[in-house]
Structures are given as C-alpha cells and as structure tokens.
DNA sequence: CAACAAACAGTCAAGCCTGACTTTTTGTTG
DNA sequence: CAACAAAAAGTCAGGCTTGACTGTTTGTTG
C-alpha cells in the first residue's frame, strides 16, 4: 500500500515537475509516506523510478485494454484505432514515460532497466494494435505500416508535450487512417 | 567567440549528459572559458541553454539545406527524401533538441522561449519538405501526409535515443515513401 | 504474553549547483 | 599615453538534494 502510494506519487510528479524535479523528498512528502518507510522500500532514488516504470507499464495496459473495449466495428474501425492510439500517446502517460525515457539517455543504471522493459511494451502494443486492426503481417509491407503507425503517435505524442496539439493530430490521423486503410485492403475484414 | 564556444559546449553537455546533468560550472569548465566570463555572456542558465536553442536551430537548418543538395532526381527521389529526415531526426542534433523540449515541458520559462522557436523552425521544416517533395498541398490530404511524415521521423527519433534503431528505420522508411508516393502520385514532378 | 523482526518515522551531514561579488585584464577613446 | 569602460577571471556563500543513521511502532511467532 505504501509502495503503491509512492509509485503513484512518483509518477505525478515525474508529469507535472519533470524526472529533475522529482526529489525523493518530494515524493514522499505527496505520498504522506515517512522518509524511512521510503528508504526502505526503494534505497535509491533510482530504484524509485525503476519501480514506478514497472507500474507505469500496467497502467498503460490497463488503460489501452479499457480503451480497445470501446472500439465500433465495420468500416470506421480503422479511424478508431488510430485515434485511440493517438489519444494514449497524448495522455499523461505518455509525459511520465517520456521523461524516464529522456532521463535515461544519460544514466546508464537507469538504460539498463528501462531499455528492455520499453522494448517488452513496444512489442506488446505492436502485438494489440495488430489485433485490433485485424492486419495480415504476412502481406508485405503490412507489419512495416503498422510499425510506422505506432512511431507516428509516438511523433505526435512527442509534439503534444509541448503545446496542445488535439487538432492537428485528428486532421492528420484521419487522413493516415484512410491510407492505412488501402493498404491494408482485402486483409482486413 | 566565447560565445560560440559556450554555446557549442552547452549543446555537447546537452547531448551526453542531459539537461539536467548540464551544469553550468560544467560548461564553463569545457568551453575554456571563465565562470565569470560565461555569467557575463548569460547570467542564468536558462540564458545559456535559451541561447544553445537558437544556436542549435541554425545548424539544424544547415545540416538540412546541405543534405538536401545533395538528393538525386526521379522516382527515387521521395525515398531519397524521407531517409534524409529520418537521419536527420536521428542524429544529435536530435537528441539536443530532445533534451531542450522535455526540459521546457515543465519550466515555463524555458517553455516561453522553446515553443515559439520551435514552431518557427516546424513550419521552416514543413516547407522544405514540401519543397523536396515537389508536393501539392492543394490536394486534399496532401497536407496532412507531409505532416505525418515529419511526425513520424519525429518518432522515429524519439526510439532511437535509446536504442540504435537504424534498420528498422530504414525498412520503416523505406515502406513509407511507397505509401507516400502513392497519396502524392500525379501531383509530383 | 514476551521477544524479536520488519516496517516506519525523523534528523542530519556531506556534496553539489547556482548566481552574486570582487579583482584583474583588455581595449578604446580623448 | 592616460583614463575609463567592457570583458574576463576567480572566489564564495546560500540553498537544495541525497542517502546514512538512530529511534519508534507494529505485528508475528513461540
């Protein structure tokens, strides 16, 4: 329980202040967990992130489960997907899962945990988005145009970080969808 | 002079040890210039990295026009093209800009010099690649294609700071132009 | 119920970063 | 060439962060 409320607290202030100006002290402080209970559990302040990268992981299953539930079928199915994709890749999230990936560029402990773990979840989302758009990876050039679909929300994640993109990323995600869509054509339903 | 040595130090910090690791003392010590001299060129830190961000942009921009020249006409052209972003969005110069942007998201004065320039070089970018594509934006969905592409080497970037991703951005690539071609046929060259 | 281990709480010193302050050098102008 | 301003150099104190250390509570087992 505590552990939970320190992953959490990791988390929001790894969005709102960014992997630098997530202090230990600070966590625990949010957390309204003492400073030794926090030593305890996590040593270092890397062992903290790690943990919460883990947890991360989870929610971010959880979250494109609930959202993939959602999905209409038919010919608009498609349009969906990639909206759904490009909304998670726009959430908060994303932002955490950014600043870890940013932070460790330049930490190899940190690399070492989060390189493989990042590498598990992108295979896992390349697995579900297969799925979800019924593609057939056996058709050249397919599994290609779903990979490119998932680095072009990562593109346009990275985009929203800074200003509000809503917008911009529908007009161009449509338009990708109809595209995705004729390539995809005679694979999909 | 001293300038430009601060600035250029600042970038190669940013590079290998991030934002966060850029100490100021550390760029000093680097550029070979004094702590006091480097406080009367920019007082702040922020000054200093506002200023590597406008340093930076210049020789985005260079690096892109001379790339550019050097990219062969006919059918191969829109391959030629995108492979050029995607390096582009793969080099340090990248990485530097990766660590400027993640920073800004929560410094709002950092944010308030980041974004107008980066939008500024964004549509700087758009417009050459249009350029280098021959594409004609009055056709629907044209637009949006451009802009997807860019998207997508911006994502493309984002993977591989962490790991080398260099084949699998080429094949990625590689699938991308065909499809782009495609969308844009008739209205280039 | 007593004893022991694990979880939790609070304090604190060492180290680092930033930016202010003082001094020295360089260069320009009258 | 003298005087003054601008640039460069060096020093340093204040503030913050980390993780080590010590004390206290909770819970479990014999």
Redesign the interface.
Known sequence: MMRARLLEATLDCLV??????TSTTLVSERAGVSRGAQLHHFPTKNDLVVAAVEHLTERRGAELAAAAATLPDGPRRTRAVVQMLGDHFASPVF?AA??L???????EHL?AA??PL??RVGRETHRLTVELLGADESVP?VR??V??T??????????N???DDTR?RR??L???A??LD??LKGTTR
């Not at 998932?150 to 985009?159: E, I, K, Q, S, Y």
């Open positions: 709102e202040r960014g992997f630098a100006g932002d950014l600043e990936w940013v932070a460790a560029r330049s930490d690399l989060v390189g990042e590498q050039g290609e145009m990979q490119a998932l680095d072009l929300v990562r593109g346009l994640g990275l985009a970080t800074i200003s911009r007009r161009i449509d338009t990708w109809d595209t004729t390539v």
